[in-house]
């Protein structure tokens, strides 16, 4: 829509990845890259000459490797399968990211790349996302360090897959997660802009900030504070506005009665 949530994403993970925005930041992601495939390489090299030899199996070092990979990076990036592209050039026009697409037939090999760290960045399409017999266990199964989920109104229903997945994602890698939405009300449900990370703790002025935003939209617009909004904030701070129920007893009925 033309908002700049693309760029602004970006920039954040340029500093959290500590981007220089230069040429060094290619020449870095080159080594990287190429010292992970050697020791992959060496790895494999090592159990195969002790399988021809009927030895152990040496130790290898794959979990400091994944480790190290979610520390640096293992960033996972949901968008609808429409914008897939728009989000590869993007990342190509504003600095030097590793990138991987999780498609077609070498999704797979995409996960594998962000998994050992040849790669930081993973985007993946929302339809593959919500598929939970097939690739979200996939998907599910990296320790993700941050989610960036693009077109965040889309979730707001607690019943559907996209939002049963994205919850049981956050919640197993007990990481942040981001969501952007250019659409602030639609069809009378509300759908906030998600464009900054709710980090645990802020949570008193946070709330205040948050109710009178809502007090606001609903003196001067046709918003109607209901379960959606609740299940959207949720989503991104479990626990910020209490529970569904709670949260419609003490600030969505008062809100309406005062209409």
């Known amino acids: 829509m033309g908002l700049g949530k693309t760029v602004q994403i970006i920039g954040l993970l340029a500093a959290i990845q500590k981007k220089g925005g230069n040429d060094l930041d290619l020449k870095l992601l080159k080594q990287k890259c190429r010292r992970i495939a050697q020791e992959l390489k060496d790895m494999q090299k090592r159990e195969e000459d002790a399988l021809l030899q009927g030895l152990p199996i040496p130790p290898s070092n794959k979990e400091e490797m994944f ?147 809502l007090l606001a939209l609903f003196l001067f617009t046709s918003f109607s504070p209901d379960e959606e909004l609740h299940t959207l904030v949720t989503l991104v701070q479990p626990g910020l506005i209490g529970d569904r129920k709670t949260f419609m007893d003490q600030t969505g009925k008062p809100l309406m009665n005062m209409r």
């Open 67 to 213: 480790e190290d990979a979610k520390k640096s990076g293992r960033i996972l990036v949901i968008v609808p399968a429409s914008v897939i592209t728009n989000w590869q050039n993007e990342f190509k026009a504003w600095g030097h990211f590793g990138v991987a697409v999780y498609e077609g037939q070498d999704r797979r090999d995409a996960l594998e790349r962000v998994r050992d760290g040849r790669d930081e960045i993973l985007v993946v399409g929302k339809p593959l996302f919500t598929k939970v017999k097939t690739d979200f266990p996939h998907i599910n199964q990296l320790d993700w360090r941050l989610v960036i989920c693009d077109e965040m109104h889309e979730y707001k229903g607690h019943k559907t897959n996209g939002h049963k997945c994205l919850e049981e994602l956050r919640n197993k890698s007990m990481c942040p997660v981001i969501g952007l939405t250019g659409t602030l009300v639609q069809n009378n449900c509300a759908c906030l802009r998600f464009s900054l990370l709710f980090a645990g703790g802020c949570t008193d002025t946070l709330f205040v900030a948050i109710i009178l935003f």
